[in-house]
């Protein structure tokens, strides 16, 4: 065999080999925790790989909404800020 070709040939081995290794790390490194955190219910950020559980807001500041007209016009605040159709009241 022509030593161009040999050289070559380990070339291209040597790629497969390495762009092997960089998808089995990438799976098993970001894809498959993500995947896990996610059907945890939790927040999954990739860049830092870290699995983050919401925290609602009512715990931080301790107030609870616990009239049904105030839940109400929250409700339909936030879904106004979405974009979506208010229900009528």
């Given at each position: 065999m022509n030593r161009t070709i040999k050289r070559l040939m380990?070339?291209?081995?040597?790629?497969?080999?390495l762009s092997t290794v960089a998808?089995?790390?990438?799976?098993?490194?970001w894809v498959i925790p993500g995947q896990?955190?996610?059907?945890?219910?939790?927040?999954?950020d990739w860049r830092g790989r870290t699995c983050a559980h919401p925290v609602?807001?009512?715990?931080?500041?301790?107030?609870v909404?616990?009239?049904?007209?105030q839940?109400?016009?929250?409700?339909?605040?936030a879904a106004k800020?979405?974009?979506?159709?208010?229900p009528a009241p």
């Amino acid at each position: 065999m022509n030593r161009t070709i040999k050289r070559l040939m380990l070339i291209f081995v040597g790629a497969f080999a390495l762009s092997t290794v960089a998808v089995i790390v990438y799976q098993v490194g970001w894809v498959i925790p993500g995947q896990r955190c996610e059907s945890n219910g939790d927040w999954w950020d990739w860049r830092g790989r870290t699995c983050a559980h919401p925290v609602l807001i009512s715990d931080i500041t301790g107030r609870v909404i616990d009239n049904d007209a105030q839940r109400k016009a929250a409700k339909a605040a936030a879904a106004k800020a979405r974009g979506e159709t208010v229900p009528a009241p």
